[in-house]
């Protein structure tokens, strides 16, 4: 599974909106709106490069109130909950 992370600036009013439609695409598990240089932080799952690729560009990038998009590929996976389950081995 390849997990990215799409950055968005949006058009002011927007945020709302399109957080809601992103949610509806394939493959976009969570979204985020949030402070600083971006307005929204879409998480995203799928199985091959092709679909991120494909995902980004055509069903995000050109979505109509996203004014541009950088998008990060994630490597690992650290969580809270996975790191816990380290701590856990052997006990009962």
Not at 68 to 83: G, H, N, P, Q, V
């Amino acid at each position: 599974m390849i997990t990215a992370i799409v950055l968005m600036t949006v058009e002011p009013g927007r945020v709302r909106t399109l957080a809601e439609e992103l949610l509806e695409i394939d493959g976009v598990t969570e979204c985020y709106s949030v402070a600083g240089p971006y307005d929204l932080v879409a998480i995203v799952r799928v199985r091959e490069h092709d679909q991120l690729s494909d995902l980004v560009t055509e069903r995000i990038a050109s979505h109509a109130g996203i004014t541009a998009t950088e998008t990060l590929i994630a490597f690992r996976s650290f969580a809270k909950r996975d790191l816990g389950m380290v701590w856990d081995i052997g006990a009962d």
